[in-house]
């Protein structure tokens, strides 16, 4: 067993960025002579919280022989200067590096962790190229913030969005000693305003937060020079990743991302470790379900073993993970594996027309796995499954990615509307294994010329419960009347399950409030008035060729 410390009192320091903003941080040390590796954490919340919603307190990995340095970053707590999202996280990412690697007591050698925003630091930070800079392991990380952090395939993630802008602006109104704008924004905070004339920006941002960088998020286009720079830009890093994700968490998209892109050019291990969790707690009770003790949070016993070999002069031995440790869902249990599996099932929708009314007609048919004698015979015309989204309506959200709170809810409930159509498999008679990204290819029909889909993947016990497994959501602009495939790529997952249950594809044009309702009118998220939302019919050819489901194979 590795050895413990006794831990000092916290200290405070302080360090000098290049342009002299004073930046401040509590350091927590061994009490032992040393010297030993530096575990850094730069983050925008207040450096006492440290991340302790995810993370065991720095005072339990200083007893595992590491300075411990959390930091405010810049405008933040009690570090000087203003606080723009991102801005200044490169440069003065390089500085506290270099900064920390000379603490007293230090090898000189330092890595980095945290999650969210956190992670996003590490990442500006190892972009800079600091030379003491070892190894690090950002967890869900919206690694390009416009695809994996403020849109899901053109979608707002509204409730995620403004949820984030609102505390952020509380924080500033906080430390400016504004009274009135932190009861504004704390009170808002309590009960989003996404019954606003404009949900997407609320009179409450606009009114006590005209600096927010959610204005920039909702008024900036996708190929914007705004978007780069907000980007960690790390075509020339090249370091020991520890990859942390989760599967009802919102920013999955950034993890995967990052870890492609870093396992396909690396000299480096690049694990990847995903649990059941949402963005916060990481525990065995995801939503309503409880996963066992298997998904309780690794995180910390593993970052200790990632940096002591990677940071600590007498390094344990060499660190040859499997690359890829997911947490299988319903059998409930990790599984380590050396790549993503590559063979897919594909599956076919039928019905009579009536998957929006009747939950027995919708089918979700395995093929070609199913015996030809099995399966329901094809309709003499073409399937079509007609539902209307109503705006003073609309499907709501529970559970899923990027709901708040996120996890695993029963959605029976949801799945028994009549503006939601569901698909349902006869009950296993083998055991399903899926680990990947699922495709979906819908063949569809609207009156309106843009239109949201929201496609969810569930498991169907026998007693009825309906378990979300993955969800994807995307904003579609086809000419009205024109039928047209369209193609959406769900939340990553992993889950195997059991004879006796079924899977099912439940479809919506709405999921409110994680996204923001689509008004039907073309116009953007920050003109968009709940005033003037349409009533919206759309049509989906279940049996037509185009209309598929992949599922990628355990």
Same mark, same amino acid.
């Given at each position: 067993?590795?050895?413990?410390?006794?831990?000092?009192? #916290?200290?405070?320091?302080?360090? $000098?960025?290049?342009?002299?903003?004073?930046?401040?941080?509590?350091?927590?040390?061994?009490?032992?002579?040393?010297?030993?590796?530096?575990?850094?954490?730069?983050?925008?919340?207040?450096?006492?919280?440290?991340? /302790?919603?995810?993370?065991?307190?720095?005072?339990?990995?200083?007893?595992?022989?590491?300075?411990?340095?959390?930091?405010?970053?810049?405008?933040?707590?009690?570090?000087?200067?203003?606080?723009?999202?991102?801005?200044?996280?490169?440069?003065? =990412?390089? +500085?506290?590096?270099?900064?920390?690697? %000379?603490?007293? &007591?230090?090898?000189?050698?330092?890595?980095?962790? =945290?999650?969210?925003?956190?992670?996003? /630091?590490?990442?500006?930070?190892?972009?800079?190229? *600091?030379?003491?800079?070892?190894?690090?392991?950002?967890?869900?990380?919206?690694?390009?913030?416009?695809?994996?952090?403020?849109?899901?395939? =053109?979608?707002?993630?509204?409730?995620?969005?403004?949820?984030?802008?609102?505390?952020?602006?509380?924080?500033?109104?906080?430390?400016?000693?504004?009274?009135? @704008?932190?009861?504004?924004?704390?009170?808002?905070?309590?009960?989003?305003?996404?019954?606003?004339? %404009?949900?997407?920006?609320?009179?409450?941002?606009?009114?006590?937060? *005209?600096?927010?960088?959610?204005?920039?998020?909702?008024?900036?286009?996708?190929?914007?020079?705004?978007?780069?720079?907000?980007?960690?830009?790390?075509?020339?890093? +090249?370091?020991?990743?520890?990859?942390?994700?989760?599967?009802?968490?919102?920013?999955?998209?950034?993890?995967?991302?990052?870890?492609?892109?870093?396992?396909?050019?690396?000299?480096?291990?690049?694990?990847?470790?995903?649990? !059941?969790?949402?963005?916060?707690?990481?525990?065995?009770?995801?939503?309503?379900?409880?996963?066992?003790?298997?998904?309780?949070?690794?995180?910390?016993?593993?970052?200790?073993?990632?940096?002591?070999?990677?940071?600590? +002069?007498?390094? *344990? !031995?060499?660190?040859?993970?499997?690359?890829?440790?997911?947490?299988?869902?319903?059998?409930?249990?990790?599984?380590?594996?050396?790549?993503?599996?590559?063979?897919? &099932?594909?599956? &076919?929708?039928?019905?009579?027309?009536?998957?929006?009314?009747?939950?027995?007609?919708? #089918?979700?048919?395995?093929?070609?796995?199913?015996?030809? @004698?099995?399966?329901?015979?094809?309709?003499?015309?073409?399937?079509?499954?007609?539902?209307?989204?109503?705006? $003073?309506?609309?499907?709501?959200?529970?559970?899923?990615?990027?709901?708040?709170? @996120?996890?695993?809810?029963?959605?029976?409930?949801?799945?028994?509307?009549?503006?939601?159509?569901?698909?349902?498999?006869? *009950?296993?008679?083998?055991?399903?294994?899926?680990?990947?990204?699922?495709?979906?290819?819908?063949?569809?029909?609207?009156?309106?010329?843009?239109?949201?889909?929201?496609? /969810?993947?569930?498991?169907?016990?026998?007693?009825?419960?309906?378990?979300?497994? %993955?969800?994807?959501?995307?904003?579609?602009?086809?000419?009205?009347?024109?039928?047209?495939?369209?193609?959406?790529?769900?939340? !990553?997952?992993?889950?195997?399950?059991?004879?006796?249950?079924?899977?099912?594809?439940?479809?919506?044009?709405?999921?409110?409030?994680?996204?923001?309702?689509?008004?039907?009118?073309?116009?953007?998220? #920050?003109?968009?008035?709940?005033?003037?939302?349409?009533? /919206?019919?759309?049509?989906?050819?279940?049996?037509?060729?185009?209309?598929?489901?992949?599922?990628?194979?355990?």
């Amino acid at each position: 067993m590795a050895k413990r410390y006794a831990v000092l009192p #916290k200290e405070s320091g302080a360090m $000098w960025t290049r342009d002299r903003v004073r930046l401040e941080a509590d350091i927590y040390r061994p009490d032992a002579a040393g010297p030993f590796p530096v575990l850094l954490m730069r983050q925008p919340y207040g450096r006492a919280i440290a991340s /302790t919603v995810v993370y065991a307190h720095p005072t339990w990995y200083a007893a595992q022989g590491f300075i411990v340095v959390i930091q405010d970053v810049r405008g933040r707590g009690t570090s000087e200067g203003e606080f723009h999202l991102f801005e200044h996280e490169v440069d003065d =990412g390089f +500085d506290t590096v270099a900064w920390a690697a %000379t603490l007293p &007591q230090s090898n000189g050698q330092v890595g980095m962790y =945290g999650f969210s925003y956190q992670g996003m /630091t590490q990442l500006f930070a190892a972009a800079a190229l *600091p030379p003491a800079l070892k190894a690090i392991a950002p967890a869900m990380v919206g690694y390009h913030p416009r695809e994996d952090w403020a849109y899901e395939h =053109g979608a707002f993630l509204l409730q995620a969005g403004v949820g984030w802008a609102i505390q952020l602006a509380a924080e500033t109104a906080r430390l400016r000693g504004d009274d009135d @704008a932190f009861h504004h924004l704390y009170q808002a905070s309590r009960q989003l305003p996404i019954h606003d004339e %404009t949900p997407a920006c609320p009179a409450v941002l606009q009114q006590y937060a *005209p600096d927010s960088f959610l204005h920039d998020w909702l008024t900036h286009p996708p190929d914007s020079d705004y978007w780069q720079g907000i980007t960690p830009q790390l075509d020339q890093v +090249d370091l020991p990743m520890l990859h942390i994700g989760g599967w009802f968490d919102p920013y999955l998209r950034g993890d995967l991302r990052l870890h492609r892109e870093l396992a396909a050019r690396s000299q480096y291990p690049q694990p990847l470790w995903i649990g !059941p969790w949402g963005h916060i707690p990481w525990g065995r009770q995801v939503g309503g379900r409880d996963f066992g003790p298997a998904a309780n949070s690794p995180v910390d016993r593993l970052q200790v073993e990632w940096f002591a070999h990677w940071l600590q +002069d007498d390094a *344990p !031995p060499s660190w040859q993970p499997m690359p890829l440790h997911l947490f299988e869902m319903s059998a409930n249990c990790w599984r380590s594996r050396p790549a993503w599996g590559q063979q897919t &099932q594909r599956c &076919q929708l039928a019905s009579h027309g009536l998957a929006a009314m009747d939950q027995e007609d919708g #089918k979700l048919i395995f093929q070609p796995t199913i015996p030809a @004698a099995d399966r329901p015979a094809p309709p003499e015309l073409p399937s079509i499954d007609t539902w209307v989204h109503d705006p $003073w309506r609309p499907v709501p959200s529970l559970g899923g990615h990027a709901a708040m709170p @996120a996890g695993a809810f029963n959605r029976a409930a949801i799945d028994s509307r009549s503006d939601v159509l569901t698909y349902t498999s006869v *009950p296993l008679q083998a055991e399903l294994a899926v680990a990947g990204q699922i495709e979906v290819a819908l063949h569809c029909q609207c009156d309106r010329p843009t239109f949201d889909l929201s496609i /969810t993947l569930s498991e169907v016990l026998p007693d009825g419960t309906v378990y979300p497994l %993955t969800q994807g959501y995307g904003r579609f602009e086809v000419p009205a009347q024109q039928w047209s495939t369209c193609r959406l790529t769900l939340q !990553p997952t992993c889950f195997a399950l059991p004879v006796g249950q079924a899977l099912r594809l439940s479809i919506s044009t709405a999921c409110f409030p994680a996204y923001a309702v689509n008004p039907g009118t073309g116009e953007a998220d #920050k003109d968009s008035r709940l005033i003037n939302a349409k009533i /919206t019919t759309i049509s989906l050819q279940a049996s037509h060729g185009a209309t598929q489901i992949l599922l990628p194979l355990s």
